[in-house]
Each structure stands twice: as C-alpha cells, then as structure tokens.
C-alpha cells in the first residue's frame, strides 16, 4: 500500500549544525520521492526530489540520499540556518496518470542558537 | 506568491453548514489537487482533478465534493459541516512532468 512515514516528529539542531531528516517509505512503485518543507501559515514548498533510479541528488545546501534496498529516504542540510525551522515532509509520487503525491506525517526541525 | 490563489484564507461556520473552498491554479496548470491537513498532522490527499475531469480520488468524504471548471479554477464543496472537519485545506496545482506548487490554504474552523 502507499505508507510514506517518518522516524522522529521533531529534530533539535545547533544552529550551524547539519541536519538530517530521516523517512521510510513501503510503496516500491514510486517514480519520485520529495521533500517538502512546511513554515507556519504557509503552504508546503519543494524543496529538492529525486527519481526512484538515483540515490543522492544535491541542491544548494541540502542532499537526498534514497536507499531503495532499505525503503529509506533522508534530507540533509547543510550548516543549519534559524530559517530552516519548519515542518519537513517527506512524499512520493508517480509518474502515471494518477500522479497524486502521498506525504508522511512530518518532523519539526528546531533550531537551537 | 506561489501563483496558486487560495480563498478564502479563513473561514469560521457552525456545525451543519455549508461551505465553499475555492483554488485558481497557477497559469499553465491544468492539474488540480485538494489536500486536507488536521492539527500537527501531515497532508490527507482528497481529490485531483485534471482539465476538468477528475481524475484521482483518496480520503474524500461523501459529504464532500470537489469540481473543476472550464477556467480551470477549482471549488471544493464541503456539506454537513463537523466538529473534526476543522483543518487547513491545501490546493496545489501542476502541469505535466513538474512538481506540485501549495498554495497558502484555508483555515477551516467549524464551531
């Protein structure tokens, strides 16, 4: 079934630190897996994806790393800012006709100065 | 501003109620999704619809229903109003072979 879920609900980090969010997934027929970062009041916004044949992508300060033997996908960012605090959300999606993103519950990420 | 124009912003009915949701998409987008986000939960996905048609259903209930017109902008209808409807609904929209761009939301109360 489509279960896109994630290990811890919230992350302390220095700032400065980097930081890693980590998500399982069961869904193996997934073409994309995405990460979205959540700010309070606001609407999810993309942060980076990566195709289900690739296992890192890396975009400015963050990283995708997908282990597909394990069904686990993390976000890393690098040197963590005060405006990193948010909600991050891992999904997945396909690439077919039904193309509906499926999200996981989400991790708070608190930066600590 | 993302470009997906969500309306209204807030919105605060009694139980039993009627309300309308509205999304227009971004220019050039002809996918719609509506997602609904409960209190320190993740994104529950509705419904999609594309060029008018709809084309994906999820966790949508009977009482509510969504549509897409002709201009491509989007309502989603919710009825029979619940204590446990409260939530942010979410809009997003996108075109073929692109990612998702959210609009802001509507905040639901329902009193």
């Known amino acids: 079934g489509e279960n896109v879920g994630l290990h811890l609900p919230t992350l302390s980090v220095q700032e400065g630190d980097n930081s890693i969010i980590n998500c399982a997934y069961s869904n193996s027929a997934s073409d994309y897996f995405i990460w979205y970062k959540q700010e309070s009041g606001k609407g999810p916004q993309f942060i980076i994806d990566?195709?289900?044949?690739?296992d890192k992508r890396q975009g400015q300060r963050v990283t995708v790393l997908l282990n597909k033997t394990v069904k686990h996908l993390s976000l890393q960012i690098a040197a963590t800012q005060p405006g990193d605090s948010a909600v991050y959300f891992c999904a997945e999606r396909k690439t077919n006709r039904d193309d509906k993103i499926i999200f996981g519950k989400g991790t708070r990420l608190h930066i600590l100065p | 501003d993302s470009g997906v124009t969500q309306t209204p912003k807030h919105l605060i009915t009694a139980t039993g109620q009627r309300v309308t949701l509205r999304c227009s998409p971004r220019s050039g987008d002809l996918s719609v999704y509506w997602y609904q986000q409960s209190l320190d939960q993740g994104l529950q996905f509705l419904i999609q619809y594309y060029n008018g048609e709809e084309r994906a259903k999820g966790n949508i209930l009977e009482r509510f229903s969504a549509q897409q017109f002709p201009d491509l902008h989007s309502e989603l209808n919710l009825s029979s109003l619940e204590l446990g409807d409260s939530a942010l609904y979410f809009c997003?929209?996108?075109?073929?072979?692109?990612?998702?761009?959210f609009g802001s939301g509507t905040r639901l109360t329902v009193v």
């Open positions: 997003a929209s996108s075109r073929r072979q692109y990612g998702y761009t």
């Open positions: 990566i195709r289900s044949n690739m």
